[in-house]
Each structure stands twice: as structure tokens, then as C-alpha cells.
């Protein structure tokens, strides 16, 4: 089920008959919505031939049409890891993630078919343009919503989707991002500060001893909480923040989430002004939800040193996927900010 074509009106009246009440979808308009780059996501507007409690309009999260993209989700298992979240642990957190009304997974992993809700007219954020200060408060109220229900949980361990083997783990990673770094310096050095791209070489040596000292407590953390996975209500009757985009959700330090989004959802400018009373906002919700056992001075040596964790994803992703103006571009800017974030905290006397 690769493209949207194959959402007809009889598959959709199979997928939704828990919804329809004995109704049926007669035919259904499509539109592409989103900017992502390892699936594609279609808004579906379904004709019912009866009045039914059935959505007006969802979302359908498919494949990328991309080859290169999508045997890169099926090698990470992207595609497995969202529909088990939806599937698995969506129910049970607090976090406001879609609706899922549907989730289909082949047994090859790279045919998948999500149903979510629609949220619309919430507003994609843009990491290009990065966030307010007041997005940004918004986006940092809602992880502890997604970490503090699991906190130290030794179950998530259990679930092997979601916790992947943490050695081989570091292993692959290790090998396959310095293999990319090459690739990446020849395409975006040009564009990236010297400096920058000077302690990314230094990190690329360093990286086994970096990844293999994750620091417990860990939780759930969505692995790529950035401003393209949000979306943010524009009234009163939309919810203030709903997360999209579990691909990459990992049994792993939650805070790393914070330092990632912090690092490249605000300009640098706006990050060094308000970035410890963000920080302090999210640990005091994590107490307020009765996370013991993380104090203030370790909360923000964590934060500090998750700090390289974008411009890792930034070397890996840019090079694991099809290339596109708009990829550079947010590929470039994730380099630019995450690289000056850690070298704003002196994260590199962190590793090791």
C-alpha cells in the first residue's frame, strides 16, 4: 500500500467500519499535506452514504514514494516503531499525539498505513523560521506529558521495538554517521560555520564514547521532537500542541527531546535569553508529575550534553534521504543551531 490510490472507498469503509455504524464511504477526495520526508501524509475527505460518527476528514500516513527514503525507514524500522506507538503506548499516555483510528503494518515493514486524525486548522511550526518564545513554552509543557508517566519504567525494556538493543545500537549508529560525515562536508560545508563543522569532525571521533553514555532514568522520548512535528492550535477550540511523526520514538533520556527542540526551535538569540527558564519549567513539571530522583544541577548537565544529539540527526537524516531545496535548507539550519547550541554550553567537556 504504497500510494494513496489504493485508499478506495471499499478499503475505507473496511479500515473505518468500527466508526461507520453499518454506513459506507461512497468516495473520497485527497489532498497532500506535510513536509515530511521519510513517509507521506494525505488529508482524505471521505463521502458517507449516512449520517455517521465517522471523521468529516483525517489523515492517511503512508510510505514515501521516494525509494531511497523509504527503504531507509524500512531499514530503521520507522515504519514498524510509529504503528506500535499508535498501537502499544498512544493509548496510555497523556501526551497530545492523533487520534489513530486505523494502523496496518506489512511483515516486510515497509508497507504500513496510518489513519489519524485531523487537526486541522492546527498549524504545521516551521524549523526553518523557528518559533516564538511563547510556542516554544507551549512545546516544553507538553514532554513531560509524553515522559513522565514512563519515568524509569524497567517495562519499556521489554518492548523490542522501542528499545533496540542499546549496544548494537550504538555500534551501528557510530559506524553509519561517520561514514556519512564525509558526504555531509562535501555537501553543506560551504554553508555551516567553520567551527561548527570543525567540532563535528571532533565529535565524529568520539562518537561511540558519546552515544554509549546515555543517562538514566530513561522514559519514552519522541527522537525527533522539532517544530515540523508540531502542530500548533490557532483558536479556542484546537488543542494548544499535538505532536505528530513517531518514527523515531526510542526507550531513551527523555531530555534529550528538550535539548533537541530547544537547540534549533529558537533562533540562537532567543534560545541563550530564555532557554534556562524553559528548562526549569520542564523540570518542575516532571516533580509536579512525581518524577523523583533528577535534580536541578543534573536536569541541566543531561540538557547540556544532549545538545549534539541534532547535528547528528542533521549529518545522518541529510544523507539518508532524498535530497530537496527545502531538505537542505532545514538540514543546513539544524547543523547551524545545534552546532552553536553545544558549543554555546561547552557540551564537548561532557563526553566521556
Wanted: a negative charge; proline letters at 7%; aromatic letters at 8%.
Amino acid at each position: 500500500m504504497t500510494g494513496a490510490e489504493a485508499l478506495t472507498p471499499a478499503w475505507l469503509t473496511g479500515a473505518l467500519a468500527p466508526l461507520l455504524g453499518g454506513s459506507r464511504v461512497l468516495d473520497v477526495a485527497f489532498a497532500p499535506v506535510g513536509t515530511g520526508q521519510m513517509s507521506d501524509c494525505v488529508r482524505l475527505t471521505p463521502t458517507y452514504d449516512a449520517p455517521t460518527t465517522a471523521p468529516p476528514s483525517l489523515i492517511a500516513k503512508l510510505p514515501a514514494a521516494d525509494p531511497t527514503s523509504r527503504a531507509t525507514a524500512g531499514a530503521l524500522r520507522n515504519y514498524e516503531i510509529e504503528v506500535s506507538f499508535y498501537r502499544q503506548l498512544a493509548p496510555q499516555l497523556p501526551v497530545r499525539a492523533p487520534r489513530c483510528y486505523h494502523a496496518h503494518l506489512e511483515p516486510t515493514g515497509t508497507e504500513f498505513v496510518l489513519l489519524l486524525e485531523d487537526v486541522a486548522p492546527a498549524r504545521q511550526g516551521d524549523q526553518l523560521a523557528g518559533c516564538t518564545v511563547e510556542q516554544a513554552a507551549v512545546a516544553v509543557e507538553e514532554l513531560p506529558r509524553l515522559h513522565a508517566p514512563r519515568w524509569g519504567d524497567a517495562g519499556l525494556a521489554r518492548l523490542d521495538w522501542l528499545h533496540r538493543n542499546p549496544d548494537e545500537s550504538v555500534a551501528f549508529t557510530s559506524q553509519l554517521v561517520a561514514g556519512l560525515f564525509e558526504g555531509f562536508c562535501d555537501r553543506y560545508a560551504a554553508r555551516v560555520d567553520a567551527d561548527i563543522m570543525a567540532l563535528g569532525e571532533r565529535l565524529m571521533a568520539r562518537l561511540p564514547t558519546y552515544l554509549g553514555d546515555r543517562r538514566g532514568p530513561w522514559t519514552v522520548a519522541h527522537g525527533d521532537f522539532r517544530l515540523d512535528n508540531l502542530l500548533f492550535g490557532s483558536d479556542e477550540d484546537t488543542p494548544p500542541v499535538v505532536v505528530v511523526d513517531w518514527q523515531t520514538v526510542i526507550h531513551g533520556p527523555g531530555i534529550g527531546d528538550l535539548s533537541y527542540f530547544l537547540g534549533a526551535g529558537l533562533v540562537p538569540e532567543l534560545r541563550r535569553e530564555h532557554e534556562e527558564e524553559l528548562v526549569r519549567a520542564y523540570h518542575g513539571a516532571l516533580r509536579a508529575a512525581g518524577v523523583d530522583g533528577l535534580d536541578w544541577d543534573e536536569c541541566w548537565t543531561q540538557y547540556r550534553r544532549y545538545t549534539f544529539a541534532g547535528l547528528i540527526m542533521a549529518v545522518a537524516a541529510s544523507m539518508l534521504v532524498e535530497q530537496t531545496e527545502r531538505g537542505d535548507d532545514m538540514f543546513v539550519t539544524m547543523a547551524q543551531r545545534h552546532g552553536r547550541h553545544a558549543i554555546d554550553l561547552e557540551a564537548e567537556a561532557l563526553i566521556g
